[in-house]
């Protein structure tokens, strides 16, 4: 998605364009929506426009679109199966787009209800927006993004958190040109997952941690599962540097490691 196209959307998102289907190759967007904390768009909230979404289930190509200005949104987000076909596009400034929560297993979440987004529809697409779960390393698994929505992208967003970043649940996925933070296994699940062109960051753990990038949790033998990660970047932030290291994890029976070329 170019700054064009975003600019586009933003006008349809806004009332500046009045043509009902915006048709780009196989995609048609049949409604382009805006939140707004101050009231200009259609909905305050990312979960009213959620809502207010037609039910989308079975084999369509007719995308819904939430155009999400910059700012920071302290919502926590699920987006069920039959919201399939959602995209949602960060603003058009520099400043990012940010949803943010802070659930917890040390604040009294399981894991997979700590997501701050966690997202089941079909052919999910987000771009430009960073998820972030503030948690803290002190608060065990705190999960920014739970995706178990197939076929769903993830472009030019970023991931931030500490243990449990990242949870790849189920079904296929690809992250291209992303950022993910964390400290323990914090790209983990049972997806099949491809990460292209992004930037892994190992942020500084607690002192009897470790820090361990994925934990592949296949069960099954013949599961088509996996973790790959693809022309990417691994890099330690500046408070890791002096204590660098790296390893991988293997969650159940049949997990597998990383595997691909790292640059």
């Known amino acids: 998605m170019s700054s064009n196209d975003k600019q586009t959307i933003y006008e349809y998102a806004t009332g500046k364009r009045d043509v009902k ?3 780009n190759g196989k995609i048609t967007v049949k409604q382009v929506v805006m939140v707004s904390h101050n009231g200009d768009g259609q909905f305050k909230t990312i979960n009213d426009a959620i809502t207010a979404m037609p039910n989308v289930t079975g084999d369509s190509n ?3 679109v939430i155009y999400i200005p910059t700012g920071v949104y302290e919502e926590y987000i699920s987006i069920p199966k039959y919201k399939q076909n959602l995209v949602l596009v960060g603003g058009l400034s520099t400043n990012p787009t940010i949803i943010s929560g802070n659930r917890s297993v040390g604040g ?3 894991t997979f ?3 701050t987004l966690a997202v089941f529809g079909k052919k999910f697409i987000a771009v430009d927006i ?3 779960n503030t948690a803290g390393p002190s608060k065990y698994q705190a999960v920014a993004v739970l995706n178990g929505a197939d076929q769903s992208i993830f472009n030019r967003c970023t991931f931030e958190g500490y243990r449990n970043t990242l949870y ?3 079904f296929r996925q690809f992250y291209v040109n992303c950022h993910i933070l964390g400290t323990v296994d914090f790209i983990f699940g049972n997806a099949a997952a491809v990460i292209q062109e992004s ?3 190992a942020r500084l753990p607690l002192p009897t941690q470790d820090d361990v990038i994925t934990a592949q949790g296949r069960t099954d033998p013949s599961q088509n599962t996996g973790i790959s990660i693809i022309s990417s970047f691994i890099r330690a932030n500046d408070d890791l540097i002096s204590n660098m290291g790296f390893t991988k994890y293997i969650w159940e029976d049949h ?3 990383i595997r691909g070329r790292f640059i």
């Open 62 to 64: 007719e995308y819904y």
């Open 199 to 201: 930037y892994i960051h």
């Open 130 to 132: 960073t998820f972030r």
């Open 21 to 23: 289907t915006l048709t």
């Open 168 to 170: 790849v649940h189920s």
């Open 113 to 115: 209800s700590s997501a």
């Open 255 to 257: 997990g597998r490691s």
């Open 108 to 110: 009294g979440s399981t």
